[in-house]
């Protein structure tokens, strides 16, 4: 049904007139062109499209805009602040916990999920947090690298 939706998005309130059933992930790319968040499987299994709803993150792809109704939303877009990288972003950059980057914004938003709940992890608490966003390129060990730096460097967690 077409309804105007109102949430809050990387922290600025917006209201968008859309079908509610359809998947944030289009309303962001397509209609907000916020394209940091990637098509993966499109069934919610591969983390490709992860962002933050009310601190928990989500798959974007199977996300009805209903479910977002009255919600924070937030995109790796949002995570920077006044043209400064999150601490995420900086150890990702720093390890080179990449290779193609396509699934990095959505591995970002995962780790970024868990250290808002746990400061502090371990590295298996990290593997159980990160075990269903998948990197075809095989760069999983520098992303378990770059999320323990940014857990210590920020020593109170993600901000």
């Known amino acids: 049904m077409m309804r105007a939706v ?3 998005l ?3 309130p917006l209201r ?3 079908d509610d059933e359809r998947m944030l992930l289009w309303v962001l790319r397509y209609d907000l062109g916020l394209t940091g968040t990637k098509y993966g499987c499109g069934e919610g299994l591969c983390g490709a499209c992860t962002v933050i709803v009310d601190k928990d993150a989500v798959r974007s792809c199977s996300t009805p805009m209903k479910v977002v109704a009255g919600k924070q939303v937030l995109t790796i877009e949002g995570l920077s602040r006044n ?4 601490v ?3 150890a990702f950059l720093r390890v080179n916990a990449f290779q193609c980057g396509y699934c990095t914004a959505g591995m970002i938003m995962s780790a970024y999920a868990l250290l808002l709940k746990k400061p502090q ?3 298996t608490e990290i593997i159980q ?3 269903d966003n998948l990197c075809r390129c095989g760069s999983h060990t520098r992303i378990l690298e770059a999320i323990e730096n940014a857990a210590a460097a920020s020593a ?3 901000r």
């Open 129 to 131: 947090a990160m075990d």
């Open 88 to 90: 995420l972003q900086q």
């Open 10 to 12: 990387n922290g600025k």
């Open 6 to 8: 109102s949430f809050t």
């Open 121 to 123: 992890p371990t590295r």
């Open 156 to 158: 109170g967690g993600a």
């Open 16 to 18: 968008v007139k859309v």
């Open 83 to 86: 043209g400064q990288l999150h």
